[in-house]
Structures are given as C-alpha cells and as structure tokens.
C-alpha cells in the first residue's frame, strides 16, 4: 500500500538516525554495531550480489570483510530520499561513496559510489532495517540525488 502523504518528523527523524548510524558503525568497522540497524529476520544483498539471510549471516559476513579488504574503508553517506509506504513502513534510498578499501588481493581499490535501498519499518519501540539491497554504481554513472 502507498501513501502520497509526507513522512510525519518522527519517521524522518528515526531514518535519519539509522543513515547516521550506518556510517559511525561502518567507520568503526563494527559490525555488531551495524547489525543493531537490521531486524533479526534481516533479507541483506550485499554489493558483490550474495543474500545474507538473518543478523548472525549479517555479522558474520560484515566482521570478516571489515577484517580483510574493507578494514581501512571509509564510508560517506550522500543525499537520500525516504517515501513512506504505510504508518510504520518507508523505503529508503541512500547514496554513497567509500574510499580506502581494497581489493581481494589487497590492492588499493578507486573511490566507489552506490545506492543502497532499504525497506525500513518500525517493529515495537524502534526503527529497524528490514530488507536492503546494495548496488555499486559503473563508472560512467552518477549519483541521481547529488546533482
């Protein structure tokens, strides 16, 4: 079901603070802090395309790549858009850019760009990731919300 009506402040305010956190935990390179954002029940395509299903996949994959080729990444989150689907349910899309992480090899890898979409819902007292799906931007594209 969709609503054509603005998201209330209090639904804003808490997808904002998600955006935020997402950001500290990832620099932190804490997963179990970025896992506090997903729903237990978490369905999670990561960027390279492999469906994590439930936190502990969610921490686990998270910690292992934040202790290889992501452990000096640094992550920027750019402008986002929210469109409220229900009271207690909204989509999110989030651009990005990290730099410093490297390649499987341990190669230094360019700056990289994306678009994250999360479905986000509010289950009891907080707001949590329910589903996301990661997409890596070629090169030639450009971030639609960054001008």
Do not use: K
Not at 101 to 121: M, N, S, Y
Not at 123 to 146: C, K, Y
């Amino acid at each position: 079901m969709q609503t054509n009506s603005p998201p209330p402040c209090a639904m804003r305010e808490n997808i904002q603070q998600i955006v935020t956190q997402w950001q500290h935990a990832w620099n932190a390179h804490d997963a179990v802090a970025l896992a506090e954002l997903v729903e237990t029940d978490v369905d999670f395509v990561t960027v390279a395309g492999r469906w994590l299903q439930g936190v502990q996949e969610f921490v686990d994959w998270h910690r292992e790549i934040h202790l290889r080729h992501m452990r000096d990444s640094l992550w920027s989150n750019g402008r986002y858009r929210l469109r409220r689907l229900d009271d207690n349910i909204c989509l999110v899309h989030l651009e990005w850019t990290t730099v410093g992480d490297r390649d499987v090899e341990g190669a230094p890898r360019a700056p990289r760009h994306g678009i994250f979409t999360w479905l986000v819902a509010q289950g009891g007292v907080s707001w949590r990731i329910f589903a996301a799906h990661n997409t890596e931007l070629r090169d030639n594209s450009r971030h639609r919300l960054q001008g």
